[in-house]
């Protein structure tokens, strides 16, 4: 689940089937009732049906909670200072950093840390076009050492600068209008 929309469509699927929920959050839910095999059954076309998926291998389970919590890293990554990322992620999952590692890298055909720049850079790209903070200000909401290490990633990820990559943005925006 992605968005409140998907929470709310999850919501409805599941009072239509008579199921109460303890934990209701992106990526995951809690239903207080065991369910049948056609109960199931009815859930997962329901969800279907919505544009959702029900995910019963514990493995595309774990993948979809190493993926929330690396997102909310990204967008939160002053909450993240405290201990290091590897670390985190294994006490929020309970798991050894190298079997998530692999595990990330098998499914997704990239290693975390690469899913992690690629996640900065969308993040940066957004701030950027806003226009309400400097590099600087990036640069430090992002965790990042400097403003020549964001740049430089940046530009290795999207072949332009930040600055460049605004003034690009900005003249294809004038230029629709």
């Not at 098998?106 to 701030?127: C, D, P, S, T, W």
């Not at 430090?140 to 430089?152: F, I, T």
Request: proline share 1%; glycine share 4%; with cysteine.
């Amino acid at each position: 689940m992605v968005s409140s929309r998907c929470k709310m469509a999850v919501k409805e699927e599941l009072k239509k089937l008579g199921l109460h929920f303890i934990v209701l959050d992106l990526g995951e839910v809690e239903i207080m009732e065991d369910l049948s095999e056609e109960v199931r059954e009815q859930l997962k076309t329901a969800l279907l049906s919505q544009g959702l998926e029900l995910m019963d291998d514990k493995r595309a389970v774990l993948m979809e909670q190493m993926k929330r919590i690396i997102t909310d890293s990204v967008l939160h990554p002053v909450e993240m200072t405290r201990v290091g990322f590897s670390t985190h992620l294994s006490e929020m999952l309970g798991y050894d950093y190298a079997y998530l590692a692999a595990l990330f890298s098998e499914v997704q055909g990239v290693n975390i840390e690469q899913y992690v720049i690629a996640l900065k850079i969308e993040r940066i790209k957004e701030l950027v076009m806003y226009g309400t903070m400097s590099l600087t200000e990036i640069s430090y909401e992002m965790n990042y050492s400097s403003v020549a290490h964001l740049s430089n990633q940046f530009k290795n990820a999207t072949g332009l600068s930040p600055t460049r990559f605004k003034q690009w943005k900005d003249k294809a925006k004038a230029s629709s209008v």
